[in-house]
């Protein structure tokens, strides 16, 4: 008898144990899931970084691609990269779009900060950084070429680099380096930059020079002076030593200079001009 009941205290035992096991476990359950569900809605509650990020990259790009910067074939291939976001930092989600923005007078360049900002019920706003690497077509030496050399097109060649750090600027159209003389001997591969060249003068002031007027097919030449010096495809005024006029004109060669025209149809009369016989029937010059 006393071994039966030995027996039925330990299965008792057994069973209350059992019970606070499955007990726990439940709580257990229970607590993680809750616990969950508040991070949940706490993460909800906070604005995604991934978001802030996207919205100062898409800003930037459309700045870039605005009439100041030119569009994406012009500016050539451009790649945006937001920095990453303190993952301390907590904002509250917004209920208006993101909207970003740069302070006045910022400078896009290389890394420019980008301002992003909720007008929401619960505004705010935050700085992130934004890395930006240009990949564009620009102009190299194709050999070693010496202090006061002048550039022809045989001097050049055309390469992609990244220009995100080229603060010395570059060239991008080869035309603009041609006939320029440098300033100092560089080194093959070196980009040109706009400090390393400068306008050769190839005419100089008081030299006569052939002036070249262009209309269609009529080729007039005639004789005249250069009042300043000028360089290639600069503009200068020359008097016509056939009739004393002063013009303006482009520098093509060292001897000549081409007449700038003006195109047909700009000059409008405001005035008409009227002709003292024809003043009294309220007919001018202009009337056919």
Same mark, same amino acid.
Request: proline fraction near 4%.
């Given at each position: 008898?006393?071994?039966?009941?030995s027996?039925?205290?330990?299965?008792?035992?057994?069973l209350k144990?059992?019970?606070?096991d499955?007990?726990w476990?439940v709580?257990?359950?229970l607590?993680?899931?809750?616990?969950?569900?508040?991070?949940?809605?706490?993460a909800?509650a906070?604005?995604d970084?991934?978001?802030?990020a996207?919205t100062?990259?898409?800003?930037?790009?459309?700045r870039?691609?605005?009439?100041?910067?030119?569009?994406?074939?012009a500016?050539?291939?451009?790649? *945006?990269?937001?920095?990453?976001?303190? +993952?301390?930092?907590?904002? &509250?989600?917004? $209920?208006q779009?993101?909207?970003?923005? #740069? @302070?006045?007078?910022?400078?896009?360049s290389?890394r420019?900060?980008?301002?992003?900002?909720?007008?929401?019920?619960?505004?705010?706003?935050?700085?992130?950084?934004?890395?930006?690497?240009?990949?564009?077509?620009?102009?190299?030496?194709s050999?070693?070429?010496?202090?006061?050399?002048?550039?022809?097109?045989?001097?050049?060649?055309?390469e992609?680099?990244?220009?995100?750090?080229?603060?010395?600027?570059?060239?991008?159209?080869?035309?603009?380096?041609?006939?320029?003389r440098l300033?100092?001997?560089?080194?093959?591969?070196?980009?040109?930059?706009p400090?390393?060249?400068?306008?050769?003068?190839?005419i100089?002031?008081?030299?006569?020079?052939?002036?070249?007027? *262009?209309?269609?097919d009529?080729?007039? +030449?005639?004789?005249?002076? &250069?009042?300043? $010096?000028?360089?290639i495809?600069?503009r #200068? @005024?020359?008097?016509?030593?056939n009739?004393g006029?002063?013009?303006?004109?482009?520098?093509?060669s060292?001897?000549?200079?081409?007449v700038?025209?003006?195109?047909?149809?700009?000059?409008?009369?405001?005035?008409?001009k009227v002709?003292?016989?024809?003043?009294d029937?309220?007919?001018?010059?202009?009337d056919?």
């Open positions: 008898m006393n071994k039966g009941k027996v039925s205290k330990l299965t008792a035992s057994n144990c059992h019970k606070f499955t007990d476990r709580g257990l359950v607590g993680i899931s809750l616990l969950l569900a508040v991070s949940s809605a706490s909800g906070w604005q970084p991934v978001i802030i996207a100062a990259e898409n800003y930037l790009r459309e870039l691609a605005g009439p100041a910067h030119g569009s994406d074939d500016a050539g291939k451009t790649t *945006l990269s937001a920095g990453a976001l303190d +993952r301390r930092l907590k904002l &509250a989600r917004c $209920d779009p993101l909207t970003g923005f #740069i @302070r006045e007078g910022t400078k896009i290389a420019t900060i980008v301002g992003v900002r909720c007008n929401g019920s619960k505004p705010w706003k935050v700085y992130v950084p934004v890395e930006m690497t240009a990949e564009m077509t620009v102009w190299v030496a050999k070693p070429l010496p202090r006061g050399h002048i550039l022809d097109r045989s001097d050049m060649v055309a992609t680099r990244n220009v995100s750090y080229q603060s010395e600027g570059y060239f991008s159209k080869e035309e603009m380096l041609v006939g320029q300033r100092n001997s560089i080194l093959a591969g070196r980009a040109f930059e400090h390393l060249v400068e306008a050769d003068n190839v100089r002031r008081g030299q006569t020079v052939v002036l070249a007027v *262009l209309m269609g009529i080729n007039i +030449r005639m004789s005249g002076k &250069a009042l300043s $010096d000028g360089a495809n600069q #200068i @005024r020359v008097e016509n030593q009739s006029r002063i013009v303006e004109g482009i520098v093509r060292r001897e000549l200079v081409e700038l025209m003006p195109v047909q149809g700009n000059f409008h009369q405001s005035t008409p002709s003292p016989k024809l003043a029937t309220g007919f001018n010059n202009n056919s």
